[in-house]
């Protein structure tokens, strides 16, 4: 099943930050906070028509942008583009 989202909207997913500190402290997973970066699955054609966003870009969002949902099991946000902050090079 795909997503094709729409208006100037994207699908993200959430990458996940690293568990540990630098220092080998072990987060647990109540005290991690949801990552605010992630990975662009899809667009919509306006985004597209744009071009300053792709498929496959790394995104910085605000920490309670977008709406969740679930496709295949897996987390996802659906937001708008004025959520996102940057892109990670």
Known sequence: MGFIPLGKRVLVKRVEEEAKTASGIIIPDNAKEKPSNGKIISISEKVKE????????????????????????VDHLVMDTNDILGILK
């Open 50 to 73: 744009k071009g300053l966003i792709k498929e496959g870009d790394t995104v910085v969002f605000g920490k309670y942008s977008g709406t969740e949902i679930a496709i295949g099991g």
